[in-house]
T-cell receptor, first 110, second 116 residues
């Protein structure tokens, strides 16, 4: 099983749509989870952390299911500016660095 | 100005060349990282330095040689590379390697390497 697995997409949605991305991870001992965003030909940037209780930041909601080793990101009311690749990120076995998924590409159109 | 600066932004080299990638962070962080990003593959962790000591070496071929002379600078020395080493090499920093727990990795814009 890959350390971090995501559906690569692409997800093509109209403005205003709700879209959800899923991610599974293999390290059951991992304690920290994140979503990063990477725009085309740019560096990745932290979007939000993922907490056990679930957390929301504006139009973005992240959920964690430890039993299933599953993380999700929900984007409501999609904007054109949300078009990017979303990277699921978890800690490595040693807890010293972050392991990235391949990313899920989102394209929002008008 | 970005907090993490990488040079050069683009590099083309032959398989017999020796070159170096440079990374400098202006954020006062203690941990620095090299990641490799190839097309259609996830970011691959290469090296982690914490307080100038290497704490992670992710089975990277010896043709890649990192150097961390101080907490603000990180180098990746390249020699006898292969065409499959062509990729975007991203440097990142964090407050310390333990605080990658917070997910606060700050990336540079990357050095795009092409090996002919």
């Amino acid at each position: 099983r890959k350390e971090v697995e995501q559906d690569p997409g692409p997800f093509n949605v109209p403005e205003g749509a709700t879209v959800a991305f899923n991610c599974t991870y293999s390290n059951s001992a991992s304690q920290s989870f994140f979503w990063y965003r990477q725009d085309c030909r740019k560096e990745p940037k932290l979007l939000m952390s993922v907490y056990s209780s679930g957390n929301e930041d504006g139009r973005f909601t992240a959920q964690l299911n430890r039993a299933s080793q599953y993380i999700s990101l929900l984007i409501r009311d999609s904007k054109l500016s949300d078009s990017a690749t979303y990277l699921c990120v978890v800690h490595n076995q040693a807890g010293t660095a972050l392991i990235f998924g391949k990313g899920t590409t989102l394209s929002v159109s008008s | 100005e970005t907090g993490v600066t990488q040079t050069p932004r683009h590099l083309v080299m032959g398989m017999t060349n020796k070159k170096s990638l440079k990374c400098e962070q202006h954020l006062g962080h203690n941990a620095m990282y090299w990641y490799k990003q190839s097309a259609k593959k996830p970011l691959e962790l290469m090296f982690v330095y914490s307080l100038e000591e290497r704490v992670e070496n992710n089975s990277v071929p010896s043709r890649f040689s990192p150097e961390c002379p101080n907490s603000s600078h990180l180098f990746l020395h390249l020699h006898t590379l292969q065409p499959e080493d062509s990729a975007l090499y991203l440097c990142a920093s964090s407050q310390d390697s333990g605080s990658s727990n917070t997910g606060e990795l700050f990336f540079g814009e990357g050095s795009r390497l092409t090996v002919l």
